[in-house]
C-alpha cells in the first residue's frame, strides 16, 4: 500500500510521463529490530481480559503472524487440505527497541483504522506482546488482568511460509 501511495505521488509530483521520467521510488529500510521479526510465526498464546482465547491447541494452530517489512498480517487456516489461508487483517507495525514499545495501525480488514500500542520482547523464535487500545495507558507489564481490556499474545516463529497462491484478501478489502 505504501508503495503505491509513494509511486502515486511521485507520479503527481512530476507530471506526465512524457514530460520526466518518474524519481525512482525508495521504501523506507526496516529496523535491525524490525529485521528480526521478519517472517512467519505460529500462535502460542493469546489472553485477553484474563482469558486464554485460543484454548483449542487447533484454534491456534489456524492462526499465522506474517511481518514483512513495517506489514504485519494475520492469517486464519481456511482449508487445511489446500493450505488456503484467509487474510483478517493487514496492519502496518512501529517498533521502538530502546523502550521495548511498539504501535500497530490496521490498514485493511474489519477492523481498519483501528490503533493499539503496548509492550514486546522479542528473541530469535518468540514474539511475545501486551497491547491494549491507542487512547488508553500504553502497558508496562506483561498481563491482561479480568477488566483490562488487554491483550497478552506468545508466537514462536515458523520455519515455512504459507503458500502465496493460497492467500485470500481479507473481507472488506480493495
Not at 79 to 99: M, N, Q, S, V, Y
Request: glycine share 8%.
Amino acid at each position: 500500500m505504501r508503495l503505491v501511495l509513494l509511486t502515486t505521488f511521485a507520479a503527481l509530483t512530476v507530471g506526465p510521463a512524457s514530460a520526466q521520467t518518474p524519481a525512482p521510488v525508495v521504501m523506507p529500510v526496516a529496523s535491525e529490530e524490525l529485521k528480526k521479526l521478519q517472517g512467519n510465526w505460529k500462535c502460542a498464546s493469546i489472553v485477553f481480559d484474563g482469558v486464554e482465547q485460543m484454548a483449542n491447541p487447533k484454534e491456534r494452530e489456524a492462526l499465522t503472524l506474517v511481518v514483512k517489512a513495517a506489514e504485519y498480517r494475520m492469517y486464519c487456516v481456511s482449508d487445511p487440505a489446500k493450505d488456503l489461508h484467509l487474510r483478517l487483517f493487514t496492519g502496518e507495525i512501529a517498533l521502538d527497541a530502546a523502550t521495548r514499545s511498539f504501535t500497530l495501525i490496521v490498514v485493511d480488514g474489519r477492523e481498519k483504522g483501528k490503533r493499539v500500542h503496548g509492550i514486546y520482547e522479542l528473541t530469535a523464535d518468540q514474539f511475545k506482546t501486551c497491547y491494549g487500545p491507542a487512547d488508553k495507558p500504553r502497558p508496562a507489564k506483561f498481563e491482561a488482568a479480568k477488566g483490562s481490556g488487554q491483550f497478552v499474545e506468545s508466537w514462536k516463529l515458523e520455519g515455512l511460509k504459507p503458500a502465496a497462491a493460497g492467500l485470500i484478501k481479507a473481507a472488506g478489502a480493495p
